[in-house]
């Protein structure tokens, strides 16, 4: 008999505090692997507090939290090295240059030489930019960046807040196709967006976050 897949997030009536406020209050939200799910709502809804428990970076008060088949609420630090978290602060050491903090990103996953200079193909960063420092970078070529480290991570889930911000039309495109090939191959990404069109667009699941919790699906 094959196993029966597992759920790639798991979430019954999750509540997380922030600061002494429930950033959740009695989330439930269920994504198998392969979805690209959109997370929408007004401004402190709790989009962005979703994926950072998704990322294990928020603790659970209550409730059943499960991602990647580990119990959030036993061992977060367990899922950290499986996922991508992109907030939005890049994540990226402004003194190293661009092929090092792609390289220092895949190194924890174990990435080959050619899979970091993959990575920096694909999001436009080969030749002229890589050994330029991060601090010398515009925004949108460090937004750049630290999508190459995310894709050199090798996520099994992608969580992603307003990833498009800082674009131009181009690294747009280049990031929707990634995520869309991230998907095929078997990865499963959430973003938060309120870039309704372009990520809808994107997205197989689109479900409303409002109040610290999950309100409905469409």
């Known amino acids: 008999m094959e196993p029966v897949a597992r759920p790639v997030v798991h979430l019954v009536d999750v509540v997380a505090v922030l600061g002494g406020f429930p950033a959740l209050a009695g989330a439930s939200l269920t994504v198998e692997r392969g979805e690209i799910v959109l997370l929408r709502g007004p401004n402190g809804a709790g989009k962005t507090s979703l994926l950072r428990l998704c990322a294990g970076l928020l603790a659970v008060e209550r409730g059943e939290a499960t991602v990647l088949g580990c119990d959030l609420a036993v061992d977060r630090a367990a899922v950290r090295r499986r996922v991508g ?70 996520a099994e889930l992608w969580l992603l807040d307003e990833p498009h911000a800082g674009l131009d039309a181009a690294g747009r495109d280049e990031l929707d196709h990634t995520l869309r090939a991230a998907a095929a191959a078997g990865a499963t990404v959430m973003v938060a967006s309120h870039e309704l069109e372009r990520a809808g667009a994107l997205a197989t699941r689109v479900v409303e976050v409002v109040g610290g919790q999950v309100r409905g699906a469409a």
Request: net charge positive; glycine share 12%; hydrophobic share 45%.
């Open 85 to 154: 978290l992109l907030g939005h602060a890049n994540g990226l050491y402004a003194d190293l240059t661009v092929g090092d903090n792609v390289r220092f990103w895949g190194a924890t996953v174990g990435a080959t030489e050619g899979e970091i200079a993959a990575s920096m193909e694909r999001m436009g960063l080969a030749n002229r930019l890589m050994d330029v420092p991060v601090g010398r970078l515009s925004a949108g070529q460090r937004r750049r960046t630290a999508l190459a480290c995310l894709v050199a991570r090798r």
